[in-house]
């Protein structure tokens, strides 16, 4: 604590921060685009991830292959080539089809940002659905069991039963992932979508300074994981461990 406390006085008296005024309206809302693509693509790759690995741990062969496949291809490539093939590939090509061009989905097709949450969401999609997979089969057999005994539906089984089970299994993985996506949002900069990260590239640029607009970026996402952190604590805390 004394030597972090001595590092924010040096920072705070040898360095420069006249700067920042001008750019707290920028900076507040590249945190809130930021903090937009951190939550949407998260949801949207949770709801990816609860089909994806329960199909692996129940569904036919030509559901659980696709899967799988989805799974391997996504995590196995970097998530800024998937990012840059689908918006400077795919992007590219939907302006050559009139079809297109000329339907409600063009104005956001010619946008950045639906490329940038397509290519997270997949990313989170594939790797939470590897752990749902394990959550699912980590399940014990006889909670199940004793549904069906009970009379459960299959449906009911599911939603009441072995779901909230796996995501209390899951809950421990799924904090370190959210955090990884956190840090993986500054790509979607590199296809002009202005978050945190862009504005603090571009007031590099504007000022000339390395050292300050850097420090105050890892500020602002060491504030961001901690929320996230104790976020998910709470939740862990909040749930009753029922195989105690």
């Keep these: 604590m004394a030597v972090a406390a001595v ?14 005024p001008t750019y707290a309206g920028a900076l507040v809302s590249g945190v809130g685009v930021t903090l937009l693509m951190l939550v949407s693509t998260a949801l949207l ?18 559901l659980s292959l696709p899967a799988q496949g989805f ?29 297109i061009r000329q339907s409600f989905l063009w104005p956001y097709l010619r946008e950045a940002w639906p490329y940038g949450v397509a290519a997270l969401t997949f990313s989170f999609a594939a790797y939470e659905g590897e752990v749902m997979r394990g959550a699912f089969a980590g399940v014990p057999r006889g909670e199940l069991e004793a549904a069906r005994a009970y009379g459960m539906s299959r449906w009911k089984l599911f939603w009441r039963i072995w ?34 990260y862009a ?13 300050e607009p850097l420090l105050l970026l890892a500020l602002i ?6 929320l996230l952190v104790a976020g998910f ?12």
């Design 7 to 20: 590092l924010v006085f040096c920072a705070a008296w040898f360095m420069r921060w006249d700067w920042l």
């Design 45 to 62: 790759g949770f709801v990816l991830a609860v089909p994806i690995g329960l199909v692996q741990v129940t569904g036919p062969w030509w």
């Design 71 to 99: 799974c391997t291809i996504i995590r196995g490539t970097p998530l800024l080539l998937q990012l840059w093939l689908l918006y400077y590939g795919l992007g590219s090509l939907f302006p050559q089809f009139p079809e």
């Design 163 to 196: 779901l909230p089970r796996a995501v209390h299994r899951a809950l421990p993985t799924l904090n370190g992932e959210t955090v990884l996506q956190l840090k993986a949002t500054p790509l979607v900069a590199t296809i002009t979508v202005i978050d945190v």
């Design 199 to 211: 504005v603090i590239s571009k007031i590099r640029q504007v000022t000339y300074l390395t050292y």
């Design 221 to 226: 996402y060491l504030i961001l994981t901690a």
């Design 233 to 244: 604590r709470y939740f862990e805390n909040r749930i009753p461990n029922r195989s105690a």
